[in-house]
């Protein structure tokens, strides 16, 4: 059985505009230890699946339509808040997306860190002060117990994001939910960030949803790959499956949008970065076609009229596109830009 299965999952917000599906009737699993991404553009559910998965969602506006999201067999969904709270932050953590916002300016770090820990684990002052500096020294935090009296302003922002993560999982979480979790972080930043995520999923045994827009950061971090567009799951296998022979249109946009190392406009002949044309529509009601066949190169009139089925395309390799056979040769269109 699975740590955690989301079965047509559907998350709905009530707008003056009427009601947006951000989620369309999602389908993933996630095993015990493995790390799986859901990739896609801005706009496409990725963060909403997250928080409908915490039972976080700004009620009355936001709400769960549909689905079954189980984790250990048992469905979250169902759950009264009381039994949900026992549950996030303990069993389930996550790692919000931008870190001065989603810390406390008021508190320390060290009564941040320890709020977790005091509600969970039931420990007495001095053993919360301990919990909460061995946190800081595992996310090798620099001068771990002097900062625990310092405030969230006095931080770096890549400080902070290692805040964000000791309190994740200051209760030893079954499943780490990261997301966006090097948003607005240098380069180098990123990359200690990401390597602590690495060391402490396979030191500690942890699930880990990672929720990004970066096709970089899904080949070093990830084993399998979900690709989102307006809500619902358009591409899903192996990361080196879905990368190396991506079998669904949005993906290959997705790649070829990535910009080359050597291709700057300083260095040979003048290279336009690749784009996918027009932005993710809103949903106001279940898909009955596909979403993406507006900015699809490929698209036909059935692609119109009719919502295609996810179909196994590989070994645990499915893609949901009508002209999936096509999709090789239009990748490689693009390769040669000729399209």
Known sequence: MALLEIETLSTAFTSRQGEVLAVDRLSLQVERGETLAIVGESGCGKSVTALSTMRLLPEPHGRITGGHIRFEGRDLAGLSEADMRKVRGRDIAMIFQEPMTSLNPA???QRQIGETVRLHMKLNKSDVRARSLEMLELV????AERRLTQYPHELSGGMRQRVMI????????????????????????QAQILEILRDLSARLGMATLLITHDLGVVAEMAARVVVMYAGRMVEQGAVADVLRHPR?????GLLAAVPKLGSSLNEGPRQSLAEIPGTVPLVRSAQTSCAFAPRCPLAVDQCRRELPPAVEVGPSHVSACWRTKDVPAMAAKLREGAL
């Open 107 to 109: 508190l320390t770090i």
């Open 248 to 252: 669904h249109p949005y993906t290959v």
């Open 166 to 189: 000791a309190i994740a999982l200051a209760c030893d979480p079954k499943l780490l939910i990261a997301d966006e979790p090097t948003t607005a972080l240098d380069v180098t930043i």
């Open 140 to 143: 090798q935090f620099p001068e």
